[in-house]
């Protein structure tokens, strides 16, 4: 699997939210992609990864399949200018390259939000949905779990995972403290426009399970609620609804929509209640903080949450960057040690034959408990032979020499290193190494 791993990414780095949606593959068309990709050509050790920010493949294969796999995405989404998508795609092919990042895709270096946390979950789903397709042999395997205890020690050891660094999450973190002395409280979103439905969207990841969606386009509200979960109203009852929410999140622009202070005494509310103002122009009133029980937070005190967990974050990354080169460097002389592990499984082989036939000879001559020892002795003796090189090849592997040594065995003992069963005999040195 040595220098074939390759990368397959369009993002929001090179590529506009319009051509971002026409590529983007839901779970259905992720496990399509797989199929299509097994069917029609010869790439291993394939993932497919789609996000609102990304569509990603990766795979295994001596050959660059980037124009087949984007003609394969286009065809899966029905388009049928492939060349129009060309420019947005770029091509990994560098093994270590691609490793790499995958790395920081799913770390969240490679995030709109540094650090994202969803971003793991969806590289998850890809991983079981590439093992569930047959997909995933010992060298996927190894690095996506690589990858995810990475993910833990950026977690334990570093800050990289500290704060909401994304005001849509910074608002539902902000939600949830404030509300965590009450039972199941109820949250109005108004509006859904790109930063209401993000909000929405976090919700899915919290506590908070009342989510109540109003907008002017009742159809927008509704295919948002089935999507996060939540209940749609019609806009005519917005004020009814406001006043039964603990807590109102506007992020209609004001010159649409305003809550003012006097709106809110005429409703006559009596319980405390929690006013969040997403909008700009400004949609809430200050001056609803003068009232016994009400409080505004506006979209500054949501950035500067924000602006200070993506400080931490980014003060973070020289830790992040170091684990991973760790890993890498750890799972790299683990792809070693697979390279060497057929030569060593032949050269058993070889030994194993020799052995057999010279047991043969005297077998015929010995008893069941003389033909037993016999076997034992040769058997320890055999072990203690392999064992040997086998060592002297694994520190070869870390030290990046063992193509040398391996050359030497297979002229020593006639090895095959283009031997059929070479693909068997990594997976389970694999399996042995895991």
Same mark, same amino acid.
């Given at each position: 699997?040595?220098?074939?791993?390759?990368?397959?990414?369009?993002?929001?780095?090179? $590529?506009?939210i319009?051509?971002?949606? +026409?590529?983007?593959?839901?779970?259905?068309?992720?496990?399509?992609?797989?199929?299509?990709?097994?069917?029609t050509?010869?790439?291993?050790?394939?993932? /497919?990864?789609?996000?609102? @920010?990304?569509?990603?493949?990766?795979?295994?294969?001596?050959?660059?399949?980037?124009?087949?796999?984007?003609?394969?995405?286009?065809?899966?989404?029905?388009?049928?200018?492939?060349?129009?998508?060309?420019?947005?795609?770029?091509?990994?092919?560098?093994?270590?390259?691609?490793?790499?990042?995958?790395? #920081?895709v799913?770390?969240?270096?490679?995030?709109?939000?540094?650090?994202?946390?969803?971003?793991?979950?969806?590289?998850?789903?890809?991983?079981?949905?590439?093992?569930?397709?047959?997909?995933a042999?010992?060298?996927?395997?190894?690095?996506?779990?690589?990858?995810?205890?990475?993910?833990?020690?950026?977690?334990?050891? !570093?800050?990289?995972?500290?704060?909401?660094?994304?005001?849509?999450?910074?608002?539902? =973190?902000? %939600?949830?403290?404030?509300?965590?002395?009450?039972?199941?409280?109820?949250?109005?979103?108004?509006?859904?426009?790109? &930063?209401?439905?993000?909000?929405?969207?976090?919700?899915?990841?919290?506590?908070?399970?009342?989510?109540?969606i109003?907008?002017? !386009?009742?159809?927008k509200?509704?295919?948002? $609620?089935?999507?996060?979960?939540? !209940?749609a109203?019609?806009?005519?009852s %917005?004020?009814?609804?406001?006043?039964?929410?603990?807590?109102?999140?506007?992020?209609?622009?004001?010159?649409?929509?305003?809550i003012?202070?006097e709106?809110?005494? #005429?409703?006559? /509310?009596?319980?405390?209640?929690?006013?969040?103002?997403l909008?700009?122009? *400004?949609s809430?009133? @200050?001056?609803? @903080?003068?009232?016994?029980?009400?409080?505004?937070?506006? &979209?500054?005190?949501?950035?500067?949450?924000?602006?200070?967990?993506? =400080?931490?974050?980014i003060? +973070?990354?020289?830790?992040?960057?170091?684990?991973?080169?760790? +890993?890498?460097?750890?799972?790299? $002389?683990?792809? *070693?040690?697979? &390279?060497?592990?057929?030569?060593?499984?032949?050269?058993?082989?070889?030994?194993?034959?020799?052995?057999?036939?010279?047991?043969?000879?005297?077998?015929? @001559?010995?008893?069941?408990? =003389?033909?037993?020892? /016999?076997?034992?002795?040769?058997?320890?003796?055999?072990?203690?032979?392999?064992?040997?090189?086998?060592?002297?090849?694994?520190?070869?592997?870390?030290?990046g020499?063992?193509?040398?040594?391996?050359?030497?065995?297979?002229?020593?003992?006639?090895?095959?290193?283009?031997?059929?069963?070479?693909?068997?005999?990594?997976?389970?040195?694999? =399996?042995?190494?895991?």
């Amino acid at each position: 699997m040595r220098n074939q791993f390759k990368a397959l990414t369009l993002s929001y780095k090179n $590529a506009p939210i319009v051509i971002r949606e +026409a590529v983007a593959l839901n779970e259905i068309a992720c496990k399509n992609l797989l199929d299509k990709i097994k069917e029609t050509t010869d790439a291993k050790e394939v993932l /497919v990864l789609s996000t609102c @920010n990304r569509t990603e493949v990766y795979y295994a294969a001596d050959k660059d399949y980037s124009h087949e796999l984007i003609k394969l995405i286009a065809l899966e989404k029905g388009i049928t200018a492939t060349k129009e998508l060309l420019p947005y795609f770029q091509h990994i092919t560098q093994h270590e390259k691609a490793v790499q990042h995958l790395f #920081r895709v799913t770390l969240g270096l490679e995030s709109q939000v540094v650090g994202d946390m969803q971003i793991m979950n969806q590289v998850k789903k890809a991983y079981h949905w590439a093992a569930d397709a047959a997909m995933a042999g010992p060298f996927l395997h190894r690095l996506m779990h690589t990858i995810f205890f990475s993910n833990k020690r950026v977690c334990n050891e !570093t800050a990289f995972r500290d704060g909401a660094a994304s005001v849509s999450y910074a608002t539902v =973190e902000l %939600v949830e403290e404030l509300t965590n002395a009450l039972e199941n409280p109820r949250v109005l979103m108004i509006g859904v426009g790109e &930063i209401g439905a993000n909000v929405c969207d976090n919700f899915q990841k919290s506590s908070l399970s009342d989510i109540v969606i109003c907008n002017r !386009t009742h159809h927008k509200a509704h295919e948002l $609620a089935q999507q996060t979960n939540a !209940t749609a109203v019609y806009w005519e009852s %917005v004020w009814e609804e406001i006043s039964k929410a603990d807590v109102v999140i506007s992020s209609v622009p004001g010159d649409c929509f305003f809550i003012s202070k006097e709106d809110i005494e #005429r409703l006559g /509310v009596s319980s405390d209640k929690i006013f969040i103002d997403l909008s700009m122009p *400004r949609s809430i009133d @200050n001056s609803i @903080n003068l009232l016994a029980g009400a409080s505004v937070y506006n &979209i500054d005190s949501i950035r500067n949450k924000a602006s200070e967990a993506l =400080e931490k974050r980014i003060a +973070a990354i020289p830790q992040v960057d170091t684990i991973i080169l760790e +890993a890498i460097a750890e799972f790299q $002389a683990w792809t *070693r040690e697979m &390279i060497m592990s057929p030569a060593i499984q032949q050269f058993k082989q070889q030994l194993e034959q020799i052995r057999q036939q010279e047991v043969a000879r005297y077998q015929k @001559n010995l008893g069941e408990k =003389e033909k037993q020892i /016999v076997e034992n002795i040769t058997m320890n003796i055999l072990q203690k032979i392999v064992k040997l090189p086998a060592m002297e090849l694994k520190a070869a592997c870390q030290r990046g020499e063992s193509e040398t040594l391996i050359e030497g065995l297979a002229a020593l003992f006639s090895l095959d290193k283009q031997n059929g069963k070479a693909a068997e005999a990594v997976v389970a040195g694999a =399996e042995r190494l895991k």
